[in-house]
């Protein structure tokens, strides 16, 4: 069976170094991966599943939050992925958001960021590292409890964003101990999931490796269901008595 196409969103500046892990994982998973960024081809007919990357802070434009001096932006991958995100909702394609992928998928379906998520959360623990050292808590009842269980989760932290108002069709699914959101998810189909941390650094933890594993089999699933309803179609179109 050929692999799903899974897109990869990243930065044109640091996409280089980005790229390479997550294409790991996906692979491992059972996909293969394609670099999108902005000003590259970016054609949904052609890939499975969606991959919103971490990098930038989103702007406040999208949202209606205040720019902050510190913040650097990327408004031609804001376009890009908000897009994304919606096409990929009214397709009922998969999409897995990583740190800021996370926070777009969130913002795409009209919610809200903490521009300065620890100065909110003042009992969230700050950890800066790619090094599994922050404490989560994952809610029972979801997407994420299935794939990755319910035990506390250890897991990196790179961001000084988080979300604030969930958006529509979407629920949380995990937080720190602080309180401060770490997942969001869709509340029913198509899968779309968003995690703030980084589990392409951590491809030696198995719960994870089933992150990546569950977009995966979510993107065959979505090309299966694409081809059946093709075939549907075709046929209707050929004998249409």
Known sequence: MTRPIIAVTTSNRSGWRIFPLVALNVWFAGGKAVRWGAGRPADLDKVDGVIIGGGDDISPDIYGGQLVTSARLDHDRDALERQIVEDTNARGMPVLGICRGSQMINVARGGTLH??????????????????????????????????????????????????????????????????????????????????????HLIYARRQRRIFRSLVMAARAYRKDLKQLQAVDTHVRLDPA
């Not at 989560?136 to 897991?155: E, F, H, K, Y």
Request: charged share 25%; net charge positive.
């Open 115 to 200: 521009q300065d998520a620890y100065g909110v959360y003042t009992s969230s623990k700050k950890r800066w590292t790619i090094l599994p050292r922050k404490e989560i808590w994952v809610d029972d009842n979801t997407r994420l409890s299935r794939i990755a269980g319910l035990q506390p989760m250890t897991v990196n932290s790179l961001h000084s964003q988080a979300v604030d108002k969930v958006g529509d069709g979407l629920r949380v699914a995990a937080r720190d101990t602080g309180g401060m959101i770490q997942a969001i998810e869709s509340i029913k189909e198509p899968f779309a999931l968003g995690v703030q941390w980084h589990p392409e």
